[in-house]
T-cell receptor
């Protein structure tokens, strides 16, 4: 059974800092990995999707990396802003399946 | 292009009642997946519908049932509500049942008293 773990559970940083969120998964036979953002009480917004054959994806100030063999992904946020405050969720799809398995998320607070 | 919509946004029910949640998929999408997100947890897969047929189910009891209509919109029905059913219910649509990107709706917040 695939398990996804995210560390840390919560993170508080001052505005302008660069930060790294971590995600690990137990079964390396993944098809892809996605990072989502969730604002309080809201739905999920997809940030980045990395196919299993890729090593990283970038979008603006966000960079996600994937090391399938070690079962790890990181989300790097550069020059953090208060508007980045949200919960960040990591999810994987196993090869041969079409459902997402999520971690519990990292709650990020960026203070001005 | 219209995104995924869900209704209602909030709902309060009492234990033992039944509830129906609705989801309209994004234009051009024929697959809908439902997830339950308890407070402080990641979403958990409930089931997926592809072209009106169930295409996979997570570890949820039979009192959670679903339906997909010819226009690919979907319903999630929960019978005999329990307190632990209180959660945010998320619907996601995708182009196909394969490993396509899933686009999420805003969710329905259900509170069971």
């Amino acid at each position: 059974k695939q398990e996804v773990t995210q560390i840390p559970a919560a993170l508080s940083v001052p505005e302008g800092e660069n930060l790294v969120l971590n995600c690990s998964f137990t079964d390396s036979a993944i098809y892809n990995l996605q990072w989502f953002r969730q604002d309080p009480g809201k739905g999920l917004t997809s940030l980045l999707l990395i196919q299993s054959s890729q090593r990283e994806q970038t979008s603006g100030r966000l960079n996600a990396s994937l090391d399938k063999s070690s079962g790890r992904s990181t989300l790097y946020i550069a020059a953090s802003q208060p508007g980045d405050s949200a919960t960040y969720l990591c999810a994987v799809i196993l090869s041969g399946y079409s459902t997402l398995t999520f971690g519990k998320g990292t709650m990020l607070l960026v203070s001005p | 292009e219209t995104g995924v919509t869900q209704s209602p946004t909030h709902l309060i029910k009492t234990r033992g009642q039944q509830v129906t949640l609705r989801c309209s998929s994004q234009s051009g999408h024929n697959t809908v997946s439902w997830y339950q997100q308890a407070l402080g947890q990641g979403p958990q897969f409930i089931f997926q519908y592809y072209r009106e047929e169930e295409n996979g189910r997570g570890n949820f009891p039979p009192r959670f049932s679903g339906l997909q209509f010819p226009n690919y919109s979907s319903e999630l029905n929960v019978n005999a509500l329990e307190l632990d059913d209180s959660a945010l219910y998320l619907c996601a649509s995708s182009r196909s049942r394969g490993q396509e990107t899933q686009y999420f709706g805003p969710g329905t917040r259900l509170l069971v008293l």
